[in-house]
């Protein structure tokens, strides 16, 4: 699947007694500031529900790509699954 709207997402291994962590990378290049906050809090809603899937402690980090602006929720939905099967799949 190809991916328009995110890059560079990965997993790093923390303490297993933290909880999984993610942080979002929204630059200036995806759009305005309402832009770029609607695009940051459609990610967060989106990889809130896939939380119980990743790995204890670990940190992952999602960036944004400018196609993310106008991608539909369903495509950032589908985006984020497919990069989060390819980096659980790495990681494990």
Same mark, same amino acid.
């Given at each position: 699947?190809?991916? $328009?709207?995110? /890059? %560079?997402? %990965?997993? !790093?291994?923390?303490?297993?007694?933290?909880?999984?962590?993610? %942080?979002?990378?929204? /630059? *200036?290049?995806? %759009? @305005?500031?309402?832009?770029? @906050?609607?695009? $940051? +809090?459609? #990610? +967060?809603? !989106? #990889?809130?529900? +896939? &939380?119980?899937?990743?790995?204890?402690? /670990?940190?992952?980090?999602?960036?944004? &790509?400018?196609?993310?602006?106008?991608? /539909?929720?369903?495509?950032? !939905?589908?985006?984020?699954?497919?990069?989060? *099967?390819? !980096? #659980?799949v790495d990681s494990r």
């Amino acid at each position: 699947m190809d991916q $328009h709207s995110l /890059s %560079g997402s %990965g997993v !790093v291994a923390g303490s297993p007694d933290d909880a999984a962590r993610v %942080g979002f990378v929204v /630059s *200036k290049a995806v %759009g @305005n500031a309402v832009v770029r @906050n609607r695009v $940051h +809090r459609r #990610l +967060r809603a !989106v #990889l809130a529900s +896939r &939380l119980p899937e990743l790995t204890t402690g /670990s940190l992952t980090v999602v960036r944004a &790509l400018p196609a993310a602006a106008t991608a /539909s929720y369903a495509e950032l !939905v589908a985006d984020v699954d497919g990069a989060l *099967k390819r !980096v #659980l799949v790495d990681s494990r």
